[in-house]
Structures are given as C-alpha cells and as structure tokens.
C-alpha cells in the first residue's frame, strides 16, 4: 500500500487541476477510496487551492502611480534615445538589423524541411535501411544506362553529347568508292577484312569498333597520315557524311591522329543527297537550323538506307 | 484610435514610438501584478516594471509570432523580476540589508485591515492575511510557479516555456509548492471558510 501511496502521491497535484490522463485519474480515483491518508491528502489540497483562490490578495496600485509610472519611462526611453547623427545611424541600423534578420528567421521556419517532411526520429534507422535496399537494388540498373568512362576507349553517344555548335568537316570529295555499312550488330563477328576507303591520295580504314547503345559505330582513320578523316561517301546516290562534333565541355578542335570517337567528340551524319563538300556543309547546317534536335535523330538512322559492302556482314537492326 | 495588438507590434517594430503607450496601457496591471508578488516589494517591483518595457521597446524585434506577445510579455517580466531577487538577494548578504523584502507584506496587513469591517470581516481579513503570507513565504521559484498557474490562470506548458524549463519541472515545484501552503494553511482550514 505504501509503494501504491508513493507512485500515486506525485499525481495528486494534477489529480486536483483535472490535467491527468483519464486512465491516470482512474487510478488515483480507485485509489484514494481505499486509502484513508491519500484520500486526506487529496481533501487537503483541494481546500489549499480554494484557499489560495477565494483569500490570496493579489496587488494593485492607484491609476496615480500607473500615470506617474508612464511618465516615467517615457522620459527615460527619450534620455535613452541617440541624439547625436551616429548614434541615430547606429540605431538605425541595429534596427534595420534586427528586421532582416528577423524575416530571415520567419523565412527559414516557413522553408523548414521539417514542414515538409515528417519523419519520427524512431523510424529514421528504417528509412536508411529502405533508402540503402533501394539503392542495391536500382544500382545495377543505374551501372548499365550509365556506364563509367575507361579512358578514352569508350564513346558517348548520350543525347547531350552532341553539340548545337558542332562543325562539319568535308575534307575529301568523291573519296568513297565503295559502299560500306556504319552500323551493325554487337553481336555479329567480324568474318571479313576491314573495308577501305580509296579516296585517291588516302586510303580511310575502318577500325576502332565503338559500342554505342548496342551497336557498333565504325571510326576511320589513315594508315599512313596523321590526318583524320572527316570524309564524305557516296552511298548510292546518298552521303555519308563523316563529321566531328564539339560535344558537351569539348573543344572545337580538329582530329588528330588515331584519336578518333573518343568519348566526346563524335556523331556518324547520314545526310541524303549531297555530292559535293559545299552542299554537305550548307545541308547540314540547313537542317541543324530547322530541326531541333536533328543532331541526335542522326543517330537513329535507318540501316536499310545504306547498303553495304561485301566485306562488312550486313545485320538487319 | 483604437489600434489591434498586432498593427501596435507592427509599429512598434518600426520605430514607431507611440505604438507603446497603448501596449503599456493594456498589460501594465499584469506586469505590476507579477512584479510586486516575485520581489515582494513595491520599490523594486516599479524597477521591474520599467526594466520590463523598456526591453519590450528595444526587444520587440525579435518578437517572433510562434508565441503570443502576452506569453513573450510574461517571459521578459518574470525574467527581470527573478534577475532582479537574485541581484538584490546577493546584494542583501553583503550589506545584510533586511527591511526591503517585509514592506508588501506589512502594506497587505494595512490594506486588509482597512478594507474590512473589523466585526463581520476579521476573520476573513486575517485569513487572507495568512494566505497571502504564506504564498509570500514560499521559495521563489516555487511562488513563482504558484502565481503563474494559480493566479493567472497559464497552462503548465505555458510555464514551462516562460521559465525556460521542462513541464515536468513546473509539475514538481507546484505539487511541492502546494504541499508546502498545505501546511502552512492547515490551521485555517475549518468548515466555515471552507
């Protein structure tokens, strides 16, 4: 009975203010009934509160004081007040102050993440165990659409690779002779020799297979030149166009060496109709201009509008 | 004119001077209230009082709105008059200065005895006599409890927030507060006034 008097006693002051709990003012309810000292104790209490309600004086002076009282601070706010011109700059600017940085208090409570995410501290091991599963889980996923650069060995075909600003590059007229497949499938072997490029004074080799969203771009370059290739192909009655592109935080440079379709540089351009190196570069500007986009469609292009050359296995995409 | 509470704050956040009599005029009985039961002395309570709204004009900026200007009023008063016992109580041991703190008590015995008809009232008189000394009697931070929850009326939360301290904590010094006026009231509590 006495530990049951000692757990109950604490709440006895908030058993008389009615601020318990309705199970919390149970207890003490059944309690007291069978306890005659907590049952007094509660009685007294009661009486001390009535007392202190009805018979305690609260204090209270004449509307002469609280006259004389107002006069009062308003002389010592003025005495207080700056008069001098940096002092009042001072103050000014304390207060002006004061305000920016009171708004920037009311802004940064409106903002408050909290107000916008609720998370009970308890449950925030779960959320880190649900954001990690998460992440292991779409990682693999993540890894596979966007792959880590190697170097320089691998090329980026992304939509943002390829630049507004790129420039086209003809450097050789007439100079395919054969007709000749960009494109083919990852899977597909190589059964020929690499297809050559007779441009009269150069010979272009395709080398270099480059994986580009599951298909196989072909890169060019000289056997015995340092000069790299922006060649223009005749493929029947089409041309293909060989162009180089600055793409994104890339220079405007033009190739050298064997560097080519390195990861930031290169789009293939399927461009129909042109014949001559001006015309490339006028119908590639052409349709740069009044295609938005027209940069990346290139990537796109149909395989059925090349043919292809014996010598490259023609794999129907 | 007759300015709202907020366009008064409002004002008085941008300088404008006149914005505080208003405000003045409307808590000055509550701050006096607090301040004469905390220090226990009218002298002193006046210098909580001007202290008290003279940080409400140079403070008013940082009024912020998650709290009403009463309860943040309640902050400054209960503060300064708390600061002030604390200062006037260390003060006392040095100078082993007595008389201030008897002055409220003696004025209530003379004010009660003066309003009450000394036949039909002496017994009420002398009973809120002893109330009001045994309020007066109890350790500040107790009494200060008392007076807020008591008298005027704020939730135990709202104390808390005011004396920056936990509700458990009001809880605590109200039931020891209350057991302790229990005591001191046990001889006055008979049937008749009861």
Redesign the interface.
């Known amino acids: 009975m006495r530990s049951k008097c000692q757990k109950i006693e604490?709440l006895?002051?908030?058993y008389i203010d009615g601020?318990l709990s309705e199970r919390q003012t149970a207890d003490v309810t059944s309690h007291i009934r069978s306890c005659g000292a907590c049952k007094r104790e509660v009685a007294?209490?009661k009486?001390?509160?009535?007392?202190?309600?009805n018979?305690?004086?609260?204090?209270?002076?004449s509307d002469t004081y609280?006259a004389r009282?107002?006069t009062?601070?308003?002389q010592?706010?003025e005495e207080?007040a700056p008069t001098a011109p940096h002092q009042r700059l001072a103050a000014a600017a304390t207060?002006l102050g004061?305000?920016l940085?009171?708004q920037a208090?009311?802004y940064a409570?409106y903002f408050r993440l909290s107000r916008f995410i609720f998370i009970r501290q308890h449950t925030l091991p779960y959320y880190v165990l649900a954001l990690t599963m998460l992440m292991l889980i779409a990682a693999p996923f993540l890894l596979t659409h966007f792959p880590f650069d190697n170097g320089n060995e691998q090329v980026h075909f992304a939509s943002t690779a390829v630049d507004r600003d790129a420039t086209l590059a003809v450097e050789q007229e007439n100079a395919a002779s054969h007709s000749i497949s960009t494109r083919r499938n990852l899977n597909s072997e190589r059964k020929t020799e690499i297809p050559s490029v007779d441009s009269g004074s150069d010979i272009w080799k395709f080398t270099d297979d480059r994986v580009v969203d599951g298909n196989v771009f072909v890169a060019l370059h000289t056997e015995d030149s340092d000069t790299v290739p922006s060649v223009a192909l005749d493929i029947d009655s089409e041309l293909l166009t060989y162009a180089e592109f600055a793409a994104q935080d890339a220079t405007l440079e033009r190739l050298t060496g064997r560097d080519v379709l390195t990861d930031r540089r290169y789009a293939l351009l399927l461009l129909r109709g042109i014949n001559t190196r001006q015309h490339a570069h006028q119908e590639y500007q052409r349709k740069r201009i009044e295609f938005r986009g027209f940069s990346h469609k290139l990537l796109d292009v149909p395989l059925e509008m090349m043919s292809v050359e014996a010598g490259y296995d023609l794999i129907e995409l | 004119m007759d300015r709202t509470e907020a366009l008064l704050i409002a004002d008085l956040?941008e300088?404008d001077?006149t914005a505080?009599?208003p405000l003045?005029?409307r808590y000055?009985?509550m701050v006096?209230?607090l301040a004469?039961?905390i220090t226990k002395n009218?002298a002193d309570?006046?210098d909580v009082?001007?202290e008290t709204?003279?940080k409400v004009?140079r403070s008013i900026?940082?009024f912020?709105?998650?709290a009403t200007f009463e309860t943040w009023l309640y902050r400054i008063a209960v503060n300064e008059a708390l600061n002030f016992v604390k200062r006037r109580d260390r003060r006392r041991e040095c100078t082993l200065e007595t008389a201030a703190e008897s002055e409220?008590d003696s004025t209530?015995r003379h004010?009660?005895q003066i309003a009450n008809d000394p036949h039909a009232q002496a017994e009420?008189s002398e009973?809120?006599?002893h109330?009001?000394a045994a309020?007066n009697s109890l350790p500040v931070k107790h009494r200060t409890v008392?007076i807020l929850h008591?008298?005027e009326g704020l939730t135990?939360a709202e104390i808390a927030s005011i004396l920056n301290c936990s509700e458990g904590t009001v809880?605590?010094r109200?039931?020891y507060a209350?057991?302790k006026?229990?005591t001191l009231?046990?001889p006055?509590?008979d049937a008749r006034?009861?």
């Open positions: 604490p006895i002051s908030d601020t007294d209490l009486k001390t509160k009535h007392l202190l309600k018979f305690y004086i609260e204090p209270e002076a609280y009282f107002a009062e601070l308003q010592r706010i207080s207060r004061w305000q940085r009171t208090y009311r409570d | 956040c300088g001077e505080l009599a003045i005029e000055k009985r006096y209230r004469v039961q009218r309570a006046d009082m001007q709204f003279i004009y900026h940082t912020r709105k998650d409220y209530v004010n009660v009420k009973l809120r006599q109330v009001t309020v008392v008591e008298f135990h809880r605590s109200l039931h209350r057991k006026l229990r009231l046990k006055y509590m006034t009861v």
